[in-house]
């Protein structure tokens, strides 16, 4: 009996927890984005801040910079450095506690979060796949035909794949992808991303769990087919940002250092020492 209660105490926990988590903002507000926003995709951080919850620290410390249209920032720091806030930040999970962070000139605060959501893409560390078919994970809303779907497969390295199973697009997902391997679940990722062509993509370590086969794949296919996007990578492998426009150094919350590549490695500073932790001499040092 003691046993089968404090198995579950935990499930009222749980519940209690998701009672007292603040609702979000409006998904839908009077104030809509212009007509085809973005169309630049350029992104301004502007003494940006922001902390989990009202008692605790700030996690993100005075963020500024500016990200212009198509450029491909690497973003790094060790682990607690603000990296994942970061891209809560952008898709509002987290809400700022000072500062603003505008995309195209529109501040993100000021619009609902549907109109924000739906023009970001992300690439996250662990594939977000459901229970159904494989066309339903690629195209939810059935926004999109099957020759579309088939070329997004193609660009993501998947069609053969699809080709030779049995039931092709109609092919029964489990949950969470469990009959995929890990590689094949971040290439349906990609694919998703690759149709929905969003100005603005953001990749959360999405190669931290592949092999370095597939991990080559994504990278080639961002270089090539996102090249009109601009492109915010989270960096797990340092040499998957080297040919970054421009690399991020997040440290305790704050940018310590923004630059390319080739001039960050030039100074001996925390960039140059975590290149040397992982072998990287010069921005050619990028071979899988």
């Known amino acids: ?143 999109y035909s099957d020759e579309e779907i088939w070329k997004a497969l193609e660009l993501a390295h998947l069609k053969s794949f699809v080709d030779g199973l049995q039931a092709g697009l109609s092919y029964e997902v489990t949950e969470g992808g469990d009959n995929l391997s890990i590689g094949q679940r971040q290439l349906l990722c990609l694919a998703r991303a690759l149709l929905q062509k969003s100005k603005i993509l953001i990749m959360d370590e999405a190669t931290a769990a592949v092999d370095l086969e597939t991990d080559h794949l994504i990278q080639t296919t961002i270089q090539t087919e996102f090249s009109h996007c601009t492109t915010i990578t989270i960096a797990h492998r340092l040499h998957t940002i080297m040919d970054s426009d421009k690399v991020m150094v997040l440290d305790n919350g704050k940018i310590v250092e923004y630059g390319s590549p080739e001039e960050l490695l030039k100074n001996t500073g925390p960039f140059y020492f975590m290149a040397q932790e992982a072998g990287i001499e010069n921005t050619s040092c990028t071979a899988f």
């Open 1 to 143: 009996m003691t046993s089968e209660i404090e198995t579950n105490i935990v499930a009222v926990e749980r519940i209690n927890e998701y009672i007292n988590v603040e609702n979000e903002a409006p998904w839908v507000t009077d104030k809509r984005p212009p007509e085809g926003w973005p169309s630049k995709g350029e992104i301004r951080f502007s003494n940006y801040q922001v902390r989990y919850r009202p008692e605790l620290d700030l996690v993100l410390k005075g963020i500024t910079c500016d990200i212009k249209s198509t450029e491909k920032i690497g973003v790094v720091g060790r682990t607690g450095a603000g990296k994942s806030s970061l891209t809560n930040s952008l898709f509002r999970i987290l809400e700022a506690a000072g500062g603003q962070i505008t995309i195209d000139g529109v501040d993100i605060a000021s619009i609902g979060l549907h109109d924000l959501r739906e023009k970001l893409t992300i690439i996250p560390q662990d594939p977000i796949l459901f229970s159904g078919s494989l066309r339903m994970n690629l195209d939810p809303f059935n926004n």
